[in-house]
């Protein structure tokens, strides 16, 4: 799968509508059939930055999703909401979802 993590610095007076601003980019790409989750946290340690968690099913996925409409609409509507541009891991992970923290079992 493809594993993306992104960090989305929001000007301070849009970071509590965030959600509501990134809702129909969100929706539209969890609708995706190759996004195997699309997830939104807020910082603790800076209320105005959020952190994506995204993942596809592999590279054509992936493509579908940066050649979608929703993803080139997003391109142009949520900047102007950004205190900067978003930075980003992405990385390919043989595995399809999320493995336990055997670490941290829960017995």
């Known amino acids: ?4 993590t992104a960090k989305f610095r929001v000007k301070p007076e849009h970071a509590d509508r965030w959600p509501e601003i990134s ?7 969890r ?3 190759g996004c195997l989750w699309f997830e939104w946290s807020r910082s ?3 209320p105005n930055e959020y952190v994506l968690v995204e993942a596809f099913r592999d590279g054509d ?5 940066v050649n ?12 102007p909401y950004l ?3 978003p930075r980003v891991v992405n990385t390919t992970v043989d595995q399809d979802d999320w493995s336990e923290l055997g670490e ?4």
């Open 1 to 4: 799968m493809i594993f993306i």
């Open 23 to 29: 809702k129909a980019f969100t929706h539209a790409t």
């Open 31 to 33: 609708s995706e059939p």
């Open 44 to 46: 603790l340690e800076n």
């Open 61 to 65: 996925a992936g493509a579908a999703h």
């Open 68 to 79: 979608s409409e929703h993803f080139k609409a997003a391109q142009q509507t949520l900047p």
């Open 83 to 85: 205190a900067e541009t």
């Open 104 to 107: 941290m079992a829960v017995k």
